[in-house]
């Protein structure tokens, strides 16, 4: 069982888990053994208090844990900080019935929860109307329309998930996977971590007994309670440790290639500069604003890893070559969670204007 960030078993877990990612970037398989091997670790329980089965891990620890595991395979640590945000809100809520039912089991692993938001905060919020609409029974709230971003939606025993009803206030709920109405689209082909098995659910009609509200019906309900974090640390973190995995084979091929000693240097340099940022930003002491780390982690995960398909030459071109896959993966923080101000600036860069 891992206890500490420096944990000679995370070296181990790690190894696995970066030997499987090759596999599973091919297939694009749900990572179930995965999963189950960080459970067995006690992975699940870094995120929880000892009240409810956890480790009480601080934030710097927390953070230290998901820059190791994000270098090794980022789409089963993506799926860690989704599991983990469904946690983070039923944890931060008053519903105390619902916390005693459900942490020590997250804890223990015993079951599996995601997190269903995106459409309260970045996905979505430019329709007319809402694309989940709650209306008030008399034992609870009717749920119509769908999420469009859940992980492992089809995997969940449980959704923690928003709604908005007609005067615009908003609710956040636990919904149970088996639930009539609550259906699960076949998550589409992503370009990089499709593994993780995202996609959008659906719910038709679906009846939620009251005993399942974290919070709300209240107006702005995603920036109550001590769960109200989107986007956060999380995200510049897994960025960071996937750089330091790209950083890393560029280490290897300079020992042997002198031409790539500058470039790697400098990347390295950056890439312990962030890391500490983000350390400090989790112990309460940040050195730079959460958009400016989120922004620089960004950039640093495109170009390391574009330097690492460079220096791999043509056979980081061919499929299951791990530079294409950090490639793909670099992707993917332009457009999770991101916000509008990080967007704009990248925007700029990319089209060489002045911001």
């Known amino acids: 069982m891992i206890q500490s960030p420096q944990d000679a078993v995370l070296d181990d877990l790690c190894d696995y888990l970066a030997e499987a990612a090759i596999q599973l970037d091919k297939s694009g398989d749900w990572p179930a053994e995965q999963l189950a091997r960080c459970g067995e670790q006690g992975v699940f329980r870094w995120f929880l208090s000892g009240t409810w089965g956890g480790y009480d891990w601080s934030m710097k620890e927390v953070i230290e844990g998901y820059l190791r595991l994000s270098g090794a395979c980022l789409s089963t640590t993506f799926i860690l900080t989704q599991r983990t945000g469904a946690c983070r809100r039923i944890a931060g809520s008053s519903n105390e019935e619902i916390k005693a039912e459900l942490l ?18 970045t996905s979505r919020r430019h329709l007319a109307n809402p694309v989940l609409q ?11 329309g769908f999420s469009p971003w859940v992980t492992g939606g089809k995997h969940c ?4 998930t928003g709604a908005t009803l007609d005067d615009g206030r908003q609710l956040l709920a636990v919904v149970p996977g088996d639930l009539k109405g609550v259906t699960c689209d076949e998550p589409p082909e992503l370009m990089s971590l499709t593994s993780s098995h995202t996609g959008s659910v659906k719910f038709d009609g679906v009846q939620l007994d009251r005993r399942w509200l974290l919070d709300g019906p209240i107006e702005n309900v995603m920036s109550q309670g001590t769960g109200a974090r989107t986007g956060g640390l999380e995200t510049s973190t897994l960025a960071i440790g996937l750089s330091a995995a790209a950083i890393g084979f560029l280490q290897q091929e300079s020992d042997k290639r002198a031409d790539l000693e500058e470039a790697t240097e400098s990347l390295s340099k950056e890439q312990v500069r962030l890391r500490e940022a983000v350390l400090s930003a989790a112990s ?41 896959r950090w490639c793909r993966e670099a992707l993917f923080f332009l457009v ?20």
């Open 104 to 121: 020590p089991k997250l804890a223990s692993g015993e079951i599996f929860a995601s997190v269903g938001i995106s459409h309260l905060t």
């Open 134 to 144: 709650a209306k008030e029974t008399a034992g609870g709230f009717e749920l119509n």
């Open 157 to 160: 025993d449980y959704i923690v």
């Open 284 to 324: 309460g002491e940040p050195v730079c604003s959460t958009e400016e780390l989120r922004t620089d982690a960004n950039r640093l995960a495109m170009r390391s890893t574009q330097a690492a398909l460079t220096a791999a030459k043509g056979a980081g071109f061919v499929a299951g070559h791990p530079a294409g």
């Open 336 to 355: 999770w969670s991101c916000p509008q101000p990080v967007t704009q600036k990248l925007m700029c860069e990319f089209a060489s204007l002045q911001s």
